[in-house]
């Protein structure tokens, strides 16, 4: 496992940790208003760590090397998850648009969709995409683009906010007593 590879599977535990989050607060027994506030910084989270960060990071960097080294834009596994990426910021914009609308109802209904392609896609990254770029991307490649992905973080969602992102993960996870 490439030092890159391994970077974006961490990403996608702290993911899918948000995730079984979310699935506790769907249940909880919270006000309208206080599940506003978490739908909300929950959102932010996907907008700002699973799209700008790590999505970014997979499209301006890995999938470009893979491409590279033939794999294809428009059809395989980079394609897969390039059209999965698309329809996750639908989902994202879905669940913005109930939550300015006051919608928990149809903030749920996109969130459960959003969630479940998440899974999905972090299953098949993990379990294909990833392994066939551990296959092709040596291990100084593996590095210069891990190098690159830190740069990306500095560069496009600024310095500490990765650190803060987890901070709200703990903060959270402590609230709907998810480990």
Not at 12 to 37: G, R, Y
Not at 92 to 112: H, P, Q
Request: aromatic share 10%; net charge negative.
């Amino acid at each position: 496992m490439g030092k890159a590879t391994q970077d974006l599977r961490k990403e996608h535990e702290a993911i899918l940790h948000v995730l079984k989050i979310l699935d506790q607060m769907f249940t909880s027994t919270l006000d309208a208003t206080k599940k506003l506030q978490y739908y909300s910084e929950v959102v932010n989270f996907f907008r700002i760590f699973a799209d700008k960060c790590h999505h970014g990071k997979e499209e301006v960097y890995l999938f470009e090397e893979l491409i590279k080294k033939g794999f294809h834009k428009e059809s395989g596994p980079v394609g897969v998850m390039l059209h999965e990426h698309k329809l996750g910021r639908e989902y994202i914009s879905m669940m913005n648009k109930s939550l300015e609308a006051k919608d928990l109802a149809g903030f749920d209904t996109a969130a459960a969709k959003y969630s479940a392609l998440l899974r999905q896609h972090i299953n098949k990254e993990n379990n294909v995409l990833f392994i066939m770029a551990d296959e092709v991307l040596d291990e100084t490649k593996q590095d210069e683009l891990f190098r690159e992905f830190e740069q990306h973080e500095e560069n496009v969602i600024g310095h500490g906010v990765h650190e803060k992102l987890h901070a709200m993960i703990h903060a959270w996870a402590a609230e709907f007593n998810v480990s």
